[in-house]
């Protein structure tokens, strides 16, 4: 088991910063700009990997046993097999028939078709989306993981890019730069927060469009927007909590890791585990104070993001909360449109429907054991209610279950009408004649999409209302904005709708405050009256 | 008629200990309201660090009390009695009206009339108790893994319990020979009383 000195991590980033500031001993071991297989030249990501492999000569079975590289897992919890390859989500949907648009993000170069696609081939791995540190190296949307290897010109912008790799043309388009293969191999490092943003903050099809909690906004944020990543915190990347062990790394929404129960050696903790605790321990509050104190206590049954996270969405980067995919399709003078709200955020696209965002969103709360689990394709649903993309376990009941914060994220997705299951669809493809963007046709979408697949398709669509749980975990704000008491210990707090338990400052007891404040009000009756016939009768007896 | 004297009958640390009491129950029975959502206003987090500081002390404070009490052989007053029981209720229910004298005189050996002695051991014996042993429970209940719901629920009604006696106290307080009679006895410790005790038998 792997081991890391839980505060040498936090202050790893320090030491590196004043240490190169004294003294002109390099903090790593190896230059890679001295080695000669990488000066070059590159025509392909992939002759990159060929020189990286020469040397990282393990490397490669390990990216390839990876959920980065396989998008493919089976939750061992439910026996669900999950993965990007295999579920469904309430963003765009399905990468089946779809591939190149979402594969721009698999750690790999050429998914173009999982039939035809090498899994065995480790030069196939694309070690720079990780590994850059330059920053110019960025996978291009859609060109199923590669990066650009010549210059494109289009009306907008891609982001995420390099801004110092675009080029803006005097007619207003924006050129962009392919990556110098060489100077982004000769640069290569440890992961910083962009390495892993490129991709996690993009989910859904843009900025914070998915989780809600990883956005752009990660990239350089205030301690107000993430206390650990910030700059002027603890300057923290990913994978400093999600620490790499052989290409492998802890934390996952599949399977979710509430609290860390792994038996720790003391000040140190094991990289094979990720939860809150594995640094901060179970008892963070400061003991000696009431509060502190009282505080630890919670820590059983609450999660540290439910108080620490006050809001997602933070930092100007708003996340989508409802996508209704029934509305897509509209059309214009026979051409597909944009609506914007007043911050320019689509509100309606042809090709993607309705939405909604929020930004600074107060999360949903519910008990959470870890486990979730999908609606697969072909999984019967009821399409009378709000179907469950995926639903999470727990109750109030069950002891291992904590309070989370969730973004809950909702809309309409289609199904099939006869056989109520959810649907798959082609949506990308600027080529085919069945994708939706091209062709705005759900009958030639569905079919396109059920048929890449082992699942019967009636024919006869419809749309449902779905909802989705996405654990809220990053962001995290400097103690001083954590949640106050009364945030949940309130008639009308945070907690107002969690069912199940008894809450203090929320719940009275009905019937027992009604039986004592009636006595009450009884006591304080009899005493009015004791005392209007006392002095009633004293003036009485004074008269007389 | 035995002679009476205005003579002390409360010893400085008895008035200490109810004054104190009085004061930290008051506080106890405000922040408790607000933490049991009865009103709005001052953070929770407030209310429930002074309420734990009071309860705190006032645990103390029992603490000292209970010993003050059976070394000075003060708990004696407490000793339940039928005898006079009943024209003390009649007096309190009709007598106090027609200006009657209270059927119960204090002595040194006997500072409460039998209505007192049975509420204060009731309250001494099960208020008191009740509430700070289901206190400690709740402020601990993570700890024990008892069920929170139940643990409130039995804190809350000693809780109104002990605002029940509150109230009856304080205005049976008023009802001395001068609305501040007793209130002032309680605070100079001084009473007229009849100091030539009860022979045995009478």
Not at chain 1, 20 to 38: G, I, M, N, R, Y
Not at chain 1, 482 to 502: K, P, T, V
Not at chain 2, 96 to 113: D, M, S, V, W
Request: aromatic fraction near 10%; proline fraction near 5%; include cysteine.
């Amino acid at each position: 088991m792997f081991r890391l000195f839980a505060h040498a991590v936090i202050f790893s980033s320090l030491a590196v910063v004043s240490a190169s500031a004294q003294s002109d001993v390099p903090t790593l071991t190896a230059d890679h700009k001295k080695f000669e297989v990488l000066k070059g030249p590159f025509a392909t990501g992939s002759d990159v990997t060929k020189a990286c492999l020469t040397c990282h000569t393990e490397a490669g079975k390990q990216v390839m046993g990876s959920i980065h590289w396989k998008w493919d897992t089976v939750n061992p919890a439910t026996g669900q097999t999950l993965g990007k390859k295999n579920v469904l989500n309430a963003f765009c949907g399905n990468l089946a028939t779809n591939e190149p648009r979402c594969t721009s993000c698999h750690a790999g170069y050429g998914w173009e078709d999982e039939a035809t696609f090498d899994f065995a081939d480790q030069t196939n791995i694309d070690c720079l989306a990780c590994h850059d540190t330059t920053g110019e190296y960025v996978k291009w949307p859609t060109k199923a993981g590669h990066p650009l290897y010549s210059p494109v010109t289009q009306s907008s912008r891609m982001v995420p890019y390099a801004g110092s790799m675009i080029v803006e043309e005097p007619d207003g388009k924006f050129t962009h730069m392919p990556p110098d293969l060489a100077h982004v191999a000769e640069n290569v490092g440890a992961p910083g927060r962009d390495n892993c943003g490129n991709c996690h903050f993009y989910g859904g099809g843009g900025d914070n469009v998915k989780h809600g909690d990883l956005s752009s906004a990660l990239s350089n944020p205030s301690p107000h927007v993430d206390v650990h990543m910030s700059p002027e915190g603890a300057n923290m990347t990913c994978v400093d909590c999600h620490v790499g062990n052989g290409h492998d790394w802890p934390g996952s929404r599949y399977h979710g890791t509430i609290t860390d129960n792994s038996i720790q050696p003391a000040g140190m903790r094991n990289t094979d585990i990720l939860a809150c605790n594995s640094c901060h321990t179970a008892t963070p509050h400061d003991a000696a104070t009431l509060k502190g104190f009282k505080l630890n206590g919670h820590t059983d049954r609450v999660a540290c993001q439910t108080c620490h996270i006050p809001e997602y969405a933070k930092g100007g980067v708003a996340t989508k909360t409802w996508w209704d995919w029934s509305a897509a399709g509209k059309l214009k003078d026979g051409k597909p449109y944009a609506e914007h709200d007043e911050q320019g955020r689509h509100t309606y696209l042809s090709t993607k429907g309705d939405f909604k965002w929020g930004e600074d969103v107060v999360p949903t709360y519910a008990f959470w054991n870890g486990q979730v689990e999908y609606t697969l394709l072909g999984d019967k649903i009821d399409p009378s209610g709000v179907v469950g993309i995926n639903r999470i376990g727990g109750s109030a009941g069950d002891p291992q279950s904590m309070i989370y914060p969730f973004k809950r994220m909702q809309g309409k997705q289609a199904y099939d009408a006869v056989n109520n299951h959810l649907l798959q669809s082609n949506v990308y493809g600027p080529t085919t004649d069945t994708a939706f963007w091209t062709n705005f046709s759900w009958d030639k979408a569905l079919a396109a999409g059920m048929a890449d697949s082992d699942v019967p398709y009636s024919g006869e669509y419809g749309f449902v209302e779905t909802e989705m749980w996405w654990p809220t975990t990053h962001m995290v704000s400097p103690s001083s904005e954590a949640l106050e008491c009364d945030s949940c210990h309130a008639r009308d707090g945070r907690l107002a709708g969690l069912g199940g338990f008894y809450l203090p400052g929320r719940d009275g007891f009905a019937t027992t405050d009604r039986i004592g404040l009636v006595l009450l009000a009884l006591a304080l009756a009899g005493i009015v009256l004791h005392t209007i016939i006392r002095l009633v009768m004293s003036r009485r007896r004074g008269e007389g | 008629m035995a002679d009476k004297q205005y003579i002390k009958i409360f010893a400085g640390f008895e008035r200490f200990w109810h004054w104190t009491q009085a004061l930290l129950v008051i506080v106890l029975m405000i922040t408790g309201a607000r933490l049991h959502g009865l009103f709005d206003g001052p953070p929770w987090a407030m209310a429930f660090q002074v309420h734990l500081i009071a309860a705190g002390l006032i645990i103390l404070l029992w603490i000292f009390a209970i010993f003050w009490h059976f070394t000075t052989g003060a708990w004696q007053h407490y000793i339940p009695t039928l005898r006079n029981l009943i024209p003390v209720i009649r007096y309190y229910a009709y007598g106090i009206f027609l200006g009657e004298a209270h059927p119960a005189k204090p002595t040194l050996r006997r500072k409460h009339n039998p209505l007192q002695r049975l509420s204060y051991l009731f309250l001494k014996l099960v208020i008191n108790p009740a509430i700070w042993i289901t206190g400690v429970l709740y402020l601990t209940v993570s700890l024990t893994g008892f069920d929170l719901g139940t643990v409130a629920w039995l804190h809350v009604v000693a809780a109104y319990a002990m605002a029940l006696f509150v109230v009856i106290h304080v205005y049976m307080a008023t009802t001395g020979e001068t609305v501040t009679s007793y209130l002032k006895a309680m605070i100079t410790g001084y009473e007229w009383v009849v100091v030539d005790e009860d022979k045995p038998g009478k």
